[in-house]
């Protein structure tokens, strides 16, 4: 019987192409709090409803939900879930397809990640409290200490724009980081360990436009990135899989400006280059680390779907 597998975050940009992939080898379904955001390709008997993660009962919906279906594999793909169903796990709840919750707290903390990172002797952007924005030169980065999406991400260029930035989004300075802006090509790359943390997949890809998602990308094997990702997962020993977005400078220093515990909208890239998370991290023996045998592209356009209502 075909393994089923529930992705939540369905209403996001790579969900069709992980339909066209994977649906013949996998019974497929896609969750979100909203049915309509859900590619109309994807059959409606494959939709499932769930509620907000900051609603009291959603982790009980998600186990309710995995019952119903006979889900044994879920795979997160939204910020605000993560804690919630990592702290669900093994209360009847099926296999969660995310990093420990300590790996997923850390990294979900923009602040802690990036102390983290700098305690591990590796490079990343000086990264700041609020109240400390007067130590990093403009421009600059601002933007939540929590959140996804480049969601109120912002490049700063003076002391108004700060002010501008706290009235428009009125938040206050405990939920706001500062950050150096990091010049040069941007990565975001998929990353997976198996089970015990052992490094299975590595897959750059360069991003070509980015519009809050990632628009048009390609993958490609750069060693400067490789390398930083191998001392990255050998110091943290993450499971499953996890993103890291950075900044690749014309001196070879990678600088990471996020690190999402999760699957990304360009997971999908992984896939279609022939990663198979769920053989190669949950099945598999073999300790060959994946990487794109070739370079593949991503270009995201419209797609209008128009129904009899």
């Not at 002010?163 to 938040?171: C, D, E, G």
């Not at 490094?199 to 519009?211: D, E, G, H, N």
């Not at 593949?296 to 209502?309: A, D, G, P, V």
Request: some cysteine.
């Amino acid at each position: 019987m075909n393994r089923k597998i529930l992705f939540t975050g369905g209403g996001g940009a790579g969900t069709e192409v992980l339909w066209r992939i994977l649906s013949e080898k996998y019974e497929l379904y896609f969750a979100d709090a909203c049915l309509e955001s859900i590619d109309g390709r994807i059959p409606c008997e494959r939709k499932v409803v769930i509620p907000l993660a900051n609603k009291k009962n959603f982790a009980d919906e998600i186990r309710n939900v995995c019952k119903v279906k006979g889900i044994d594999l879920i795979v997160p793909g939204v910020d605000e879930e993560l804690l919630p169903l990592c702290e669900g796990r093994n209360i009847d709840m099926p296999e969660l397809f995310a990093p420990s919750t300590d790996f997923v707290r850390l990294m979900l903390d923009k602040l802690e990640c990036a102390n983290a990172i700098e305690l591990a002797g590796l490079s990343v952007p000086k990264t700041l409290p609020f109240i400390k924005a007067n130590e990093i030169k403009f421009p600059m980065i601002i933007k939540p200490r929590s959140g996804r999406g480049s969601r109120g991400v912002y490049v700063i260029g003076s002391e108004e724009e700060i002010n501008a930035y706290m009235i428009l989004y009125k938040t206050s300075p405990e939920k706001v980081v500062v950050q150096e802006l990091g010049v040069g090509d941007e990565y975001t790359i998929l990353v997976a360990g198996d089970k015990s943390g052992r490094l299975r997949a590595i897959v750059p890809v360069k991003v070509k436009q980015k519009k809050g998602i990632t628009i048009r990308a390609k993958t490609e094997l750069n060693m400067h990135i490789i390398n930083y990702v191998k001392k990255f997962h050998e110091i943290f020993k993450p499971s499953y899989i996890y993103n890291i977005q950075c900044i690749l400078t014309k001196e070879g220093v990678v600088l990471p400006f996020e690190v999402n515990p999760r699957i990304s909208t360009t997971f999908c890239l992984g896939v279609a280059s022939g990663f198979d998370p769920f053989v190669r991290l949950t099945q598999s023996d073999n300790d060959e680390i994946f990487m794109p045998k070739e370079n593949y592209m991503l270009e995201r356009n419209w797609s209008n779907t128009i129904t009899k209502c």
